[in-house]
């Protein structure tokens, strides 16, 4: 079934720890997004993708990274976790073109850094 | 800058009652407006977006280009309409992006 897949969907981890939160999807799509959201607050983008080897920085500044070495994994990495890092992750992916312009989104990653 | 604004975060409403949840935007060019719902223990998920013009679930929203608003509706309120809703731009109307700017979401809550 066509579908997006973040995983873990929570992660209580120590500062200074590396992590990795997954994101896959079976839908074809080239796009993908990453976008963060605190407790109330809107989802801020913190990286895009075009496809394969294509990444960019979104409008929130982000220490984590993000690669694309397959069109359907866009995991993204923080390198050392820190307490600021606590929020909700979540992933989603569109299609190219104008008719096709809609974003479907993972269940997230709830991380918290302590 | 883009920016969307709602101004609700919450809107309590009665069974039957008519719902409006407020979305105004600021944009430079050709907006592309979109409405996305989380309902509990769900993701989210697009709801409708202008270009469309369809209600889905007996919700409507119209672009106002004139007010720079994108007021979702519904005459009915039902108990299943409770959920997060949040309003959502899309930059670069037509072009290769497709970034979307959110708004902070108001959480609608349909009593009995």
């Known amino acids: 079934e066509a579908d997006i897949y973040q995983t873990p969907r929570y992660l209580v981890i120590g500062t200074g720890k590396k992590i990795t939160l997954e994101c896959s999807q079976t839908?074809?799509?080239?796009?993908m997004y990453w976008y963060q959201q605190d407790p109330g607050m809107e989802l801020h983008l913190i990286h895009y993708?075009?496809?394969?080897?294509?990444?960019e920085k979104g409008d929130l500044s982000s220490e984590s990274t993000v690669s694309r070495i397959r069109t359907e994994h866009f995991p993204l990495t923080l390198e050392s976790a820190r307490p600021s890092h606590t929020s909700q992750y979540l992933c989603?992916?569109?299609?190219?073109?104008?008719?096709?312009?809609?974003?479907?989104f993972g269940a997230g990653t709830r991380l918290s850094v302590l | 800058a883009q920016r969307v604004t709602q101004p609700e975060k919450l809107l309590s409403v009665f069974k039957g009652a008519p719902v409006e949840l407020k979305c105004n935007y600021s944009y430079s060019g050709s907006p592309e407006l979109f409405w996305y719902v989380q309902y509990s223990r769900q993701r989210l998920q697009l709801l409708l977006r202008?270009?469309s013009r369809e209600s889905i679930k007996g919700f409507t929203a119209d672009l106002n280009k004139g007010e720079t608003s994108f007021h979702l509706k519904k005459p009915f309120a039902q108990e299943e309409d409770s959920a997060m809703y949040y309003c959502a731009l899309s930059e670069n109307y037509g072009g290769a992006t497709n970034k979307l700017i959110f708004g902070t979401g108001t959480l609608l809550a349909v009593q009995p």
């Open positions: 989603a992916s569109s299609e190219w073109g104008l008719s096709k312009n809609i974003q479907y």
């Open positions: 993708s075009y496809g394969v080897n294509s990444t």
């Open positions: 839908m074809g799509h080239d796009k």
């Open positions: 202008h270009i």
